[in-house]
């Protein structure tokens, strides 16, 4: 029998979504998107889910609900945010800025309970709004929205400062009324750079396989629940290997201070008792493959690792990126962090079916 999907994962990427939602206790997804890099890993990462490589804009909602197996309960994800980001060009002819629109075709054909929409502050300025309020306008009738509204990861347990806007929709007669103010009241205590990471001192590199290193941490150190919730069961982890950097570089990185800014890289310092700034993802090859800017590790002169990131960005151990450095940042720096996902989903969850949500897992 087929088991039916009930969530879909539109624009997957990586999986930083779709893992909050599962996190918060929903089934399995039926993922989609165009990158078949930027989800290399997703098959060892989401068991039972389904990953579809395809052009979101030549597909329909019809297609997408055959494949679901029936009804979808949710629909989520964050269409490619470069052509709104402040950091790039922001250009009004990007075909890129296009997919907005799609993500709400598909939710309006869909026709799910409620759907997340996740994007860059930058949808929200004068030159963009009027887009995402058009695109809006395609399921306006049908759902109750909720903002756009702008919320950091840092606000609810991770330890990146990472601000983006999301637009929820619910459909009245299947979920209980939600505001803004249900999601705020998840927010928790600042996760610092030392709950994150510190711990990964003590790892050892155990060998490599697959092109991925492979490293095994002690037992959990008492007092950090933040690390202990993302150490993988039996300790092993992948991704770990550092950045061997020329002594020139070395020499730089040894004089900035935490907190501070190599000048010349403009590679920010982390401090252990503070938060990671946001995690850029950098470019693909189409687009001339540039490296986004990564930290400095607080203490040792170099930047931080795959898995440094991951945990800073709340993804846990067992959780496989690429076997390339590269690539690894990419999917890190597009992702949600899982962390402000699962705050999300947990909020909406209670608030279907008049909080009767056993229902929501995979049949």
Known sequence: MQHRRHMVDLFSGCGGFGLGARAAGFGAELAFDIDPILTSSHSSNFPGSELTLTDLSKTSGTEIKAKAGGDVLGVFGGPPCQAFSAMGYRKIDDPRRDLLRHFFRLVDEIAPAFFVMENVVGLSYADAKPELDAALETVAGRYEIVGPMILDAADFGAATKRRRLFVIGYDPARCDPFVEADLLAARKPAITVSDAIADLALAIETGEADGFDYWRLPAAPDGNPYAASLRAADGTFTGHRPTLHTDAV??????????????????????????????????????????????????????????????????????????????????????????????????????????????????
């Open 250 to 363: 070395v020499t730089r990185f040894l004089a900035v201070p935490p907190g501070g800014t190599d000048k010349i890289g403009r590679h920010p310092r982390l401090r252990w008792d503070g938060q990671c700034p946001t995690l850029r993802a950098g470019t693909g090859s189409d687009r001339g493959s540039f490296q986004s800017v990564r930290p400095i590790h607080p203490n040792d002169p170099r930047v931080i690792t795959v898995r440094e990131a991951a945990r800073l960005q709340g993804f846990p151990d067992s959780f496989r990126f690429h076997p390339t450095v590269w690539h690894s940042f990419r999917m890190i720096g597009n992702s949600v962090s899982p962390v402000m996902s699962e705050a999300i989903f947990t909020t909406l969850k209670s608030k279907l079916f008049g909080g009767q949500s056993a229902s929501v897992a995979a049949e």
